[in-house]
């Protein structure tokens, strides 16, 4: 199976701040890298697909980078509704795997 | 506009079976493979298999957790999928999405808003 590490578990941040999370695989899986949202209570909300498309419908202040075993998820001036969980997940291979998440939260 | 609700969540026991089932609209069913994930109380989200469309031959995989007790299944002229879970343990206990899956990329572009099943005696 391929592990999906993110960093940092959690993250203290303002509105207005530049924020960005990593997602490494313990392998290669190209660009088969996703980023999605989690509101509390909520269903995952897709924001980026293929490590660097945004899904359509998501602000362009949200955006991905990488390949091979090192992404990115930037978010480059955050918002007041921004303050939620983030998980990357590769789809190069099944079983589908997820990082463990970030929970970003307001300063 | 494309919407999943899944149904069929609720408490059972142990070694007991449940089915869930996710009703489609807003977009050609049968064209798309169909995804269900589970997150556990306070956890991470955990794939638990995909079924793919027709054309790609609707083949399924399951994680290894699952495999064995779960299975996934569609109707396309109904736009249904289904989770039948069997042999049900507490650590299954999670709420239950089913999604969209685009292709050959395999990420998930829709959510459903989940249904919560709880394994207990």
């Known amino acids: 199976d391929i592990q999906m590490t993110q960093s940092p578990s959690s993250l203290s941040a303002s509105v207005g701040d530049r924020v960005t999370i990593t997602c490494r695989a313990s392998?290669?899986?190209?660009?088969?890298l996703n980023w999605y949202q989690q509101k509390s209570g909520k269903a995952p909300k897709l924001l980026i697909y293929?490590?660097?498309s945004l899904q359509s419908g998501v602000p362009s202040r949200f955006s991905g980078s990488g390949s091979g075993t090192d992404f990115t998820l930037t978010i480059s001036s955050l918002q007041p509704e921004d303050f939620a969980s983030y998980y990357c997940q590769q789809s190069y291979s099944t079983p589908i795997t997820f990082g463990q998440g970030t929970r970003l939260e307001i300063k | 506009e494309v919407q999943l609700v899944e149904s069929g969540g609720g408490l059972v026991q142990p070694g007991r079976s449940l089915r869930l089932s996710c009703t489609a609209s807003?977009?050609?069913?049968?064209?798309?493979?169909m995804s269900w994930f589970r997150q556990a109380p306070g956890k991470g989200l955990e794939w638990v298999g995909f079924i793919r469309s027709k054309a790609y031959g609707g083949t399924i995989e399951y994680a290894a957790s699952v495999k064995g007790r779960f299975t996934i299944s569609r109707d396309d002229s109904k736009s249904l999928a289904y989770l039948q879970m069997n042999s049900l343990k507490t650590e299954d206990t999670a709420v239950y999405y089913c999604t969209r899956t685009v292709g050959d990329e395999n990420y998930f572009d829709y959510w459903g808003p989940g249904t919560l099943v709880t394994v207990s005696s």
């Open positions: 807003g977009f050609t069913f049968g064209d798309y493979p």
């Open positions: 392998q290669t899986i190209s660009s088969y």
């Open positions: 293929a490590a660097s």
